[in-house]
């Protein structure tokens, strides 16, 4: 059934809820000692999506499904790109109340998905054991909606997460374009003298539904 919304016609139909994931456990969780933000936000630094752009040629407006307050969404538009900003929640950015999972159509022209994926569920550490899950049915999501428009997707990562074996499945039967390896550590957050160098490294994967089937990606770095 599709659930138009007409008072936001630039936004896709939405398909009824799903089931929510069950927790998995058995995986040790990593306590950075910062509190993780509800819904698991957290704004990304403008030279990772810099990064990302100086590599790669997108194509047609584009969408920032988990915008947050902008901060990548701002860079895009910077560059010259037109885009469509939304995220589950309000944060003063984009349109809100847009959960990315139901969304069955990406909106109005968009070509591209680019985003910085919720890693976590929920803001609380027992919750982040299921990220990869989680992590996994956003990828096969995102896939899913930018192969209607034979379109792009890129997803700001963490470098470890790719190495996982179910996701090498996903990554290597979808049309996998390009790796770009940030060697620089995010900071998350400025918290003056006390802010640390990220714990992971990150990477942007980027899909292309035009991309040659057979062809390699291309591994990069920034
Ligand atoms: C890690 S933050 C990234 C924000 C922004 N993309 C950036 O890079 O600065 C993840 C964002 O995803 C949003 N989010 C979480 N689950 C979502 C969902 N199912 N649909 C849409 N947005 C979601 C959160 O509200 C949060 O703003």
């Not at 936004?11 to 993780?36: K, N, W």
């Not at 990302?52 to 010259?80: F, N, Q, Y």
Request: net charge neutral; charged share 15%.
């Amino acid at each position: 059934m599709s659930l138009s919304q007409p008072s936001l016609p630039i936004l896709p139909d939405i398909i009824p809820p799903q089931p929510s994931l069950a927790p998995t456990f058995g995986r040790p969780v990593h306590y950075s000692g910062y509190e993780r933000e509800g819904q698991d936000f957290y704004a990304t630094p403008a030279w990772v999506t810099e990064a990302l752009l100086h590599h790669v040629h997108l194509r047609g407006p584009v969408w920032e499904p988990c915008c947050g307050d902008g901060a990548m969404s701002t860079v895009l538009a910077e560059h010259g790109h037109q885009v469509v900003s939304t995220d589950l929640m309000q944060r003063g950015f984009g349109t809100p109340g847009v959960d990315f999972l139901q969304c069955r159509d990406v909106p109005g022209q968009c070509r591209s998905i680019v985003t910085n994926p919720p890693y976590g569920d929920s803001g609380s550490h027992a919750g982040q054991s299921r990220s990869p899950t989680a992590m996994r049915t956003f990828l096969s999501h995102a896939l899913m909606l930018t192969a209607s428009v034979q379109g792009q997707l890129a997803l700001l990562v963490r470098l470890q997460w790719i190495a996982g074996r179910r996701v090498a499945e996903i990554m290597s039967a979808a049309p996998f374009a390009t790796v770009i390896v940030l060697t620089q550590r995010i900071r998350w957050f400025d918290m003056g003298e006390k802010t640390n160098a990220g714990q992971h490294h990150h990477a942007w994967v980027v899909f292309d539904h035009a991309h040659p089937p057979g062809q390699p990606p291309a591994m990069l770095y920034a």
